[in-house]
């Protein structure tokens, strides 16, 4: 079994056979991470660099965890101290991974494309570890495989995105993703965050929490960021907690119970109280640890895949 | 230089010509036109059998680029790309560094174009609306006009404030030259790069809403209305809505003209999909419906000028990531094909509509004098076959740079070559 494609630029177009290829390759690795011994040898001899032109933390570790449990090589460059902050394009910084003969690449950065373009000029495998206001594929995998595992599967399971969808990648590609594999997703957030022409998308949107609390199964709750207040989206983060915040009051109005997911890192009490981010329908820490089986699933099967092609 | 054109398609909206007819042209003028005419010796023949001879076309929205930018374009390069295009004018817009805001550089600009080709293409200033392009103080536009500048604008950059739009309406209405306005309200746009619509949102791109044009339009058409002597027109209109305030304004009588590119009556906002920066303009490529309005405002009249907007920039300028990229596509070598392609053999305009859009409107927009194709007049003309079937190769342009989104498109029609100034120089 192999993806269709050599990169993983998106989860716009990834067909629904693919996706469960790599929840199904994820939930193998996953029980490698709960062994004593959590390393194992398919990439060993690949080189992979992680080339995060915008901060993380998080993603960053995720990737870099996920790489060295499957043995492969790893180099870190992030952009500050790098030759990027000396003016260096992407374009050479791209010739010379070519130039250094790397097998994979790990991209993150600000700007929505940056890795279709890295795809265009590099031979190596490319992966999106979040591009602009784009997508974050991964991240809606490891959302979808926790969703996966709790409720056995993803369709006709009913999905809310909470919050700053307008400038969202997590959401654009929990939405391509969800609704592949025969979810319900709708969005919820004020208008000036929701982007136009959502619906053509095949998402409902909401404006009140109170309208679509009761219709739900899983709130996936974004992270807003300060930023958006100061370009005049939002007025500030009293209103939003006190509109769209997503608290325990608002939930347990709800008969159903309600499943707590946030790509991280949470503003506590802000975008989501803390009660719910720590209470038992949470699932953010499992968020975490998938994290990690989704993406030696994505390294595991493009890795692979290149080798046989080569031979 | 002496040639015999035999049998040409004569078209000419000024005179009003739509015939079959010879030309001999000799010392720079028409010296003959006639059907058939006897063959003299020491003229060269060229069969024009099933081709077209127009008024020499004028392209009024180019960016040269010289002086300050030279390593994207120079004054013999683009002169070069025009001539290529079938062009026997080109109108260059003033932002260049230093800008066209004052008699020297104005003057340089056209010595840069007489000594480019031989000066086969005339080259046309548009000094700058406000000194340095900067919006806030009005630019000589009295020296500028007595040094040759056909019209004001700050172009890349909109005349923002409204109370300088007025200044600069009224100042310029003394000389009857046009304002041309980059219609833009600048806090709408918050580093768009791409229509603002449903492609923007599956591609993550910030997004460049119509209404950003449409309400700067707006503005200009009621400061217009309060300064009827003034004359406005707008560069590369791209929405439905701003067709419509443009008709609306007209029927009322204002004194308004505007201007489309190819890019905008051929292109969707869908090619930006795969991120080719060499889909990135400003205005941006908008959706279907508003390419249909602007083909409809062609037809109509609303629309009077087909002009390029040519506006090179090198490789590496462009290839880099989609959002950091420059705005502006070249088109000079395209545009006729385009025009031809998109326009004339789909029905939407006639040869001799397309021809008024391509020479006669924006000479009287810039109060040049018009190109009459008659005996004894000088011989400024287009050669054009409008059937020749080719593919656009990005390597081969004469433009300095190659950020066309056009490379392998199929085009049928293209120049054959122009006559300017007693030269003849083929296309190609």
């Given at each position: 079994m192999a993806l269709q494609s050599r990169h993983l630029l998106g989860l716009e177009g990834v067909s629904a056979e693919d996706i469960t290829l790599i929840l199904d390759t994820a939930r193998s690795f996953r029980e490698v991470l709960d062994r004593p011994i959590k390393k194992v040898p398919p990439l060993q001899g690949k080189t992979i660099v992680n080339l995060f032109f915008e901060s993380s933390t998080r993603t960053r570790i995720s990737f870099e965890l996920a790489e060295r449990r499957l043995s492969a090589d790893v180099v870190n460059f992030a952009?500050?101290?790098?030759?990027v902050s000396k003016g260096e394009t992407l374009k050479d910084t791209a010739r010379n991974i070519e130039a250094m003969r790397i097998d994979m690449v790990v991209i993150r950065h600000a700007s929505s494309g940056a890795p279709h373009f890295l795809s265009r000029v590099v031979k190596a495998n490319v992966i999106n570890a979040g591009d602009g206001q784009h997508e974050h594929p991964t991240q809606a995998l490891l959302d979808m495989m926790t969703l996966r595992e709790k409720y056995g599967a993803l369709k006709g399971l009913r999905v809310c995105i909470v919050g700053?969808?307008?400038?969202s990648r997590v959401a654009r590609s929990n939405i391509y993703g969800l609704k592949t594999m025969g979810a319900e997703v709708s969005v919820c957030g004020p208008a000036t965050l929701i982007p136009r022409h959502m619906e053509e998308l095949g998402v409902r949107v909401y404006h009140r929490l109170e309208d679509i609390i009761p219709r739900v199964d899983v709130l996936n709750v974004l992270r807003i960021q300060l930023e958006r207040q100061k370009s005049g989206l939002f007025p500030s983060l009293r209103e939003y907690h006190r509109y769209f915040g997503v608290t325990k009051e608002r939930v347990e109005k709800a008969p159903q119970p309600i499943t707590i997911m946030h790509p991280g890192p949470i503003n506590r009490d802000v975008e989501l109280s803390a009660d719910l981010a720590d209470?038992?329908?949470?699932v953010i820490l499992e968020q975490v640890t998938n994290g990690v089986a989704i993406r030696m699933a994505i390294l595991y099967l493009l890795g692979t895949a290149q080798s046989s092609e080569r031979s | 230089m002496k040639l015999h054109l035999s049998k040409a398609h004569v078209i000419d909206p000024v005179t009003g010509t739509d015939a079959i007819l010879d030309l001999r042209i000799a010392d720079g003028r028409i010296e003959r036109m006639g059907p058939g005419l006897p063959q003299e010796r020491g003229f060269e023949v060229i069969d024009m059998t099933g081709k077209i001879v127009t008024p020499g076309l004028m392209d009024m929205h180019v960016h040269l680029r010289e002086p300050g930018f030279e390593h994207k374009e120079t004054i013999a390069t683009g002169c070069a790309a025009a001539a290529a295009g079938g062009f026997t004018a080109i109108a260059c817009m003033p932002n260049t560094n230093p800008a066209i805001d004052d008699e020297s550089v104005a003057r340089y600009v056209q010595e840069q174009g007489r000594r480019a080709a031989n000066g086969v293409v005339d080259v046309l200033p548009i000094g700058a609306a406000t000194k340095g392009r900067s919006g806030e103080e009005l630019a000589p536009f009295a020296e500028l006009a007595e040094a040759g500048a056909i019209g004001f604008s700050d172009d890349g950059a909109p005349i923002a404030s409204a109370e300088i739009m007025r200044r600069v309406l009224e100042y310029a209405s003394m000389y009857d030259l046009p304002v041309i306005q980059h219609a833009e309200e600048p806090t709408m746009v918050r580093g768009g790069c791409m229509h603002e619509g449903s492609v923007s949102l599956r591609l993550g791109l910030p997004g460049i809403p119509r209404v950003a044009e449409e309400i700067m339009i707006a503005r200009d058409l009621i400061l217009l209305r309060y300064i009827p002597r003034a004359r406005y027109h707008v560069a590369h209109i791209s929405t439905a809505e701003s067709v419509d305030l443009i008709r609306r304004a007209k029927a009322q009588g204002l004194n308004v003209t505007c201007e489309v590119t190819p890019h905008h009556f051929t292109l969707t906002d869908e090619a930006v999909e795969g991120y080719d920066t060499n889909t990135k303009m400003n205005p941006p490529l908008r959706p279907r419906e508003d390419v249909e309005a602007l083909k409809e405002g062609l037809k109509d009249g609303t629309i009077d000028v087909i002009a390029t907007d040519h506006a090179p920039h090198t490789v590496d300028e462009k290839e880099v990531e989609y959002t950091a990229a420059p705005f502006g596509i070249i088109g000079l070598e395209t545009a006729l094909g385009l025009a031809l392609t998109e326009l004339v053999h789909t029905k939407v305009l006639t040869l001799s509509q397309l021809i008024g859009k391509l020479s006669t409107n924006p000479r009287r927009i810039t109060s040049r004098p018009p190109i009459r194709l008659e005996q004894g007049a000088p011989a400024n003309l287009t050669l054009i076959d409008p059937d020749i079937e080719w593919i656009v190769d990005r390597g081969t342009s004469h433009s300095k740079s190659q950020n066309s989104p056009f490379g392998g498109r199929r085009l049928k029609g293209g120049a054959i070559g122009i006559i300017n100034h007693g030269m003849y120089v083929s296309a190609g």
């Open positions: 952009a500050s101290g790098s030759s700053d969808i307008l400038h209470g038992e329908h949470s | -």
